[in-house]
């Protein structure tokens, strides 16, 4: 499976790389396990050098992959951040996320095709909700595609809510794309705001 990215940008700024504020140690996201046991991973900063093996994920997962310079334009954004996943010296899994004032927004995020369904995916986002703060920014976006019904379910499982339809939202598509969102604390607002209806109502026990 693979969790799917934002359609490209069509103009890209050149500034350094920012790791940005974290917020508390941990914040616990409910298991995913349909798992056939789990891989504990090293999540780190991507560098350059794992652009080869990020590159070989990203064609591997994605009918309009990203080129090598779609990723560099993006990481070269002051608020653009990169992080991979390592297992036995090898690149697993990656996310490209951007930092805003209030929110975290993931633009890319995929796993290697011979290490899915291990918890690989479910790690980096909760190394990314561990980034989240009270004081500052409370939230994760991402947008899915409406025919990615896996990965629809894989971020229900995580506390994520389909909150937005975007029409038309592709590049390489006229397929629209849902964007989902987890938010550190929910308010009373939200529980009552009217939520697009699309798959996901049909999997709540999922």
């Not at 891989?39 to 991507?46: E, Y």
């Not at 080129?67 to 690149?91: H, P, T």
Request: hydrophobic share 35%.
């Amino acid at each position: 499976m693979n969790w799917g990215h934002s359609s490209r940008q069509s103009s890209k700024k050149s500034s350094k790389s920012d790791p940005g504020a974290t917020g508390p140690a941990s914040h616990h996201l409910p298991s995913t396990d349909d798992q056939q046991g789990e891989l504990t991973v090293q999540i780190r900063w991507l560098i350059r050098r794992d652009m080869p093996e990020v590159l070989e994920i990203e064609q591997s997962s994605f009918a309009a992959p990203w080129s090598e310079e779609d990723f560099l334009g993006y990481l070269r954004q002051r608020n653009c951040i990169g992080m991979v996943a390592e297992y036995n010296q090898q690149i697993v899994g990656f996310m490209i996320y951007e930092l805003h004032k209030a929110r975290l927004q993931v633009l890319n995020f995929a796993c290697s095709a011979n290490h899915r369904r291990l918890g690989i995916g479910s790690q980096m986002v909760a190394k990314l909700v561990d980034k989240l703060s009270q004081q500052r920014r409370q939230e994760i976006l991402l947008e899915v595609r409406e025919s990615n019904l896996e990965a629809q379910l894989f971020f229900k499982k995580l506390q994520f809510r389909a909150v937005r339809v975007l029409r038309r939202h592709f590049d390489d598509t006229t397929e629209d794309a849902y964007v989902m969102r987890y938010r550190l604390i929910e308010s009373e607002s939200d529980d009552d705001q009217q939520l697009p209806h699309n798959r996901i109502s049909f999997f709540d026990a999922a």
